[in-house]
C-alpha cells in the first residue's frame, strides 16, 4: 500500500524557515517525480513545485511564488522528500501535501497534509 | 504560465442530477488535463487522467472530455458522497497549475 506522511509542519514568525518532510512507502521511491502542493485555509489548491527522478537528474521546478526561497530535495536511500522554506510570509500559511507523480504528470497519491501557520 | 479557469465556482444540484463542470486552459495543452475531487479536511483525490481516463476505483458516472483549451467534468447522476470540491490541473507544462475549484452544493 502506497503511503505518504508529512511531517513538520507547525508555527513560524515570518521571515523564518522551516523544513518538512515526507516518508514514502509501498512503491519504490527512487522511480517517481514527486511533488508538493499547499492549500491556504477555505482557499482552492496551489502546486508549490516538483522534483524529478535520478534519471531525469533530480531536476527542480517552482511555482513563481516560492521559487527563490523553497526547495526542494530528497533523499532516495531514505525514501524521503523534502521542502525546505525559507524567509516565510504570512502568505505561505497553508495544509502542505506532498504527492506521487503518475507517469502523466497527475497525482495519485497525496499525503495527509501538515499545517504551516506563519504569524507572529 | 498557463491559466487554468474553472466555471462555475460553485453550483446547487440535487441527488441524481447531471452536473457538468467547465476548465478552460489559457492556451492548449492537448489533453494534459486531470479532474480531482476534495472532501473537507481530506487530501484530494484523483478522479481522470488525460482529460477522459478514470482513474481506477472511481465510479464510472464520473466522466471527462476535452481537448486543447476546453475540457468538462460530467457526473451522470449525482449520489450523496459527491457533494465535494472539484478542481482541473494541466499537467502539459511545468508550474503544474490548478484551476479555482468548483464547489457542489446540495440544493
Known amino acids: 500500500e502506497v503511503q505518504l506522511v508529512e511531517s513538520g509542519g507547525g508555527l513560524v514568525q515570518p521571515g523564518g524557515s522551516l523544513r518538512l518532510s515526507c516518508a514514502a512507502s509501498g512503491f519504490t521511491f527512487s522511480d517517481h517525480y514527486m511533488g508538493w502542493v499547499r492549500q491556504a485555509p477555505g482557499k482552492g489548491l496551489e502546486w508549490v513545485g516538483r522534483i524529478r527522478n535520478k534519471v531525469n537528474s533530480y531536476i527542480t521546478d517552482y511555482a513563481a511564488s516560492v521559487k527563490g526561497r523553497f526547495t526542494i530535495s530528497r533523499d532516495d536511500s531514505q525514501n524521503s522528500l523534502y521542502l525546505q522554506m525559507n524567509s516565510l510570509k504570512t502568505e505561505d500559511t497553508a495544509v502542505y501535501y506532498c504527492?506521487?507523480?503518475?507517469?502523466?504528470?497527475?497525482?495519485?497519491?497525496w499525503g495527509q497534509g501538515t499545517l504551516v501557520t506563519v504569524s507572529s | 504560465d498557463i491559466q487554468m479557469t474553472q466555471s462555475p465556482s460553485s453550483l446547487s444540484a440535487s441527488v441524481g442530477d447531471r452536473v457538468t463542470i467547465t476548465c478552460r486552459a489559457s492556451?492548449?495543452?492537448?489533453?494534459?488535463l486531470s479532474w480531482y475531487q476534495q472532501k473537507p479536511g481530506k487530501a484530494p483525490k484523483l478522479l481522470i487522467y488525460?482529460?477522459?481516463g478514470l482513474q481506477s476505483g472511481v465510479p464510472s458516472r464520473f466522466s471527462g472530455s476535452g481537448s486543447g483549451t476546453d475540457f468538462t467534468l460530467t457526473i451522470s447522476s449525482l449520489q450523496p458522497e459527491d457533494f465535494a470540491t472539484y478542481y482541473c490541473?494541466?499537467?502539459?507544462?511545468?508550474?503544474?497549475?490548478f484551476g479555482g475549484g468548483t464547489t457542489v452544493e446540495i440544493k
Open positions: 492556451q492548449r495543452i492537448s489533453n494534459y
Open positions: 488525460s482529460a477522459s
Open positions: 504527492a506521487r507523480e503518475g507517469s502523466g504528470w497527475y497525482y495519485v497519491y
Open positions: 490541473q494541466q499537467t502539459n507544462s511545468s508550474p503544474l497549475t
